[in-house]
């Protein structure tokens, strides 16, 4: 997948591991040392997948693009986007009917989901701020709001069948 970074990012994090005896073969004396890793972590920059990003943009156009980028300027760091269409529509200068336009075609597409009113997570697949840790925890949640979501929706299809085959 192609990514992008949006801003800079900390590449190195020193790590001490412990210390270590070794031994100087020239001396034969015993000396201590510390070990460090270096480890390269990923955080503090936005990883967008763009082939998945591409498409979703292409589907909302123009003004629509300006709205979608918006709400990923403004995440916070559980991924989620807080504002109202009509907050959203002032901001933007825009049609809160063009919000609207756009906030469903993100959620159609799953670029967003909608948590509560007023509350929407962005997907962790397509774009996250953060370390890959971070990504994994927020990606569990996104995940599971989706299993709620189709667990709601089959239970509320079992319940309008069996209200129909019981003549209700």
Known sequence: ???????????????????????????NEVEDFQVVNKEVRDFNFHKIWL???LTTFDIIGNQKTKIALYIIDNLNSD??????????AEKMNCSPETVRQTLNALLENDFLRKIQNGVYMV????IFKGSHNGRMNVLIRYTDTTKTKNQFKKFNEEVKTKSVDEGG
């Open 1 to 27: 997948m192609n990514k992008f970074c949006s801003s800079t990012a900390t590449e190195k994090l020193v790590k001490v591991v412990g210390k270590v005896q070794y031994m100087n073969v020239t001396t």
């Open 79 to 88: 991924n989620q986007f807080i504002g109202t269409v009509k907050n959203i």
């Open 51 to 53: 082939e998945h990003v």
């Open 123 to 126: 997907n962790p697949n397509m």
